[in-house]
């Protein structure tokens, strides 16, 4: 099955512990990208990556970290949490860059205290 | 400044009726218009798409109408089905850039039975 993975689905930490979420695609998919997903705000990028070892920022990147070493993973470090970044994360790919035509991950609820 | 609002956080209608989600963008240069669908916890999925060339795109039930001088698109759908009940997202995107998909802040649909 076609499909973005996310881990963890939740997740409450506190300020300063630096944390992981992973993203795994299964389509071969060339472009991955992340996003936050806030009340009022709606969807907003934080990084994105055009192909293995090629990341760039986001609208929203200031205390994230991205790394894409193999196609089918893109990892979202987040090195210094703080209260500001509890959200919604998504992940998403796609083949169809010109399109925007996203699958999205299920999202990571993560909350720091 | 938000490129793209959605101004109407949630709408409810009878469920056989009419649906109408409204978009509007402030870029002149996005040319590449999407609506996404959400259920709760779960990630956005790909609903339909318009290319500024054109300014009506069908599928089923759902249709998106796109008026250029407006900077204004819709989302129709009908009937509605208590199955449509989401979070409707409107994204748009540029040719040149069209890693930059910019999302609205999205219209909660309830249709009632």
């Known amino acids: 099955e076609a499909q973005v993975t996310q881990n963890p689905r939740y997740l409450i930490t506190v300020t300063g512990k630096k944390l992981t979420v992973t993203c795994s695609q299964n389509m071969n998919h060339e472009y991955m990208s992340w996003y936050r997903q806030d009340p009022g705000l709606g969807l907003r990028q934080i990084y994105y990556s055009m192909n293995v070892e090629v990341t760039d920022k986001g609208d929203v990147p200031e205390g994230y970290k991205v790394s894409r070493k193999e196609k089918r993973n893109f990892p979202l470090i987040l090195e210094s949490p703080s209260p500001n970044q509890t959200s919604l994360y998504f992940c998403?790919?796609?083949?169809?860059?010109?399109?925007?035509?996203?699958?999205f991950g299920e999202g990571s609820r993560l909350t720091v205290l | 400044d938000q490129q793209v609002k959605q101004n109407s956080p949630s709408l409810s209608v009878q469920e056989g009726r009419i649906s109408i989600l409204n978009c509007d963008y402030t870029?002149?240069?996005?040319?590449?218009f999407l609506w996404y669908k959400k259920y709760p916890a779960e990630g956005p999925t790909f609903l339909i798409s318009?290319?500024?060339?054109?300014d009506k795109n069908e599928d089923g039930r759902f249709t998106v109408f796109l008026n250029k001088s407006a900077k204004h698109l819709s989302l129709h759908i009908v009937p509605s089905q208590p199955g449509d009940s989401a979070v409707y997202f409107c994204?748009?995107?540029?040719?040149?850039?069209?890693?930059?998909?910019?999302f609205g802040s999205g219209t909660r649909l309830l249709v009632r039975p």
């Open positions: 994204a748009a995107n540029r040719a040149d850039s069209s890693y930059k998909l910019i």
């Open positions: 318009i290319s500024s060339i054109k």
């Open positions: 870029n002149s240069m996005f040319d590449y």
């Open positions: 998403a790919s796609t083949t169809g860059v010109n399109t925007g035509e996203l699958f």
